[in-house]
């Protein structure tokens, strides 16, 4: 059984910095890419942040890009969300996730396992 356990959320000023973690278990953690993906109150899920099984390859999305840093430490079983110049329009529930593949923009893969989410809220 995969369990994702997000951490590090909570309430920060605009402008201020948050570095999300993501903790796995239940399989190897090095063979999959994993991401990051946030909900906004009525809005949909939006994809944030992704990152292969290695680390070697990112993407980001247009949005949040040049503010954000992905990366993992398999060692660790974690991944991790370096988030700076938070605006409020950036407060959501952040969500890791890990792909059924090694690399995030494999052809046919799947988000397989999701966490329970982490609260980020950006004041003005």
């Known amino acids: 059984q995969v369990q994702l356990v997000e951490s590090g959320g909570g309430l920060v000023q605009a402008g201020g910095s948050l570095r999300l973690s993501c903790t796995a278990s239940?399989?190897?953690?090095?063979?999959?890419?994993m991401g990051w993906f946030r909900q906004a109150p009525g809005n949909e899920r939006e994809f944030v942040a992704a990152?292969?099984?290695?680390?070697?390859?990112?993407h980001y999305a247009g949005s949040m890009k040049g503010r954000l840093t992905i990366s993992r430490d398999n060692a660790k079983n974690t991944v991790y969300l370096q988030m700076s110049g938070l605006k409020p329009e950036d407060t959501a529930v952040y969500y890791c996730?890990?792909?059924?593949?090694?690399?995030?923009?494999?052809?046919?893969?799947?988000?397989?396992?999701w966490g329970q989410g982490t609260q980020v809220t950006v004041s003005s």
């Open positions: 996730a890990q792909f059924a593949t090694s690399l995030y923009y494999m052809a046919g893969t799947e988000l397989k396992y």
């Open positions: 239940g399989r190897t953690f090095s063979n999959y890419a």
């Open positions: 990152i292969s099984w290695s680390g070697g390859s990112t």
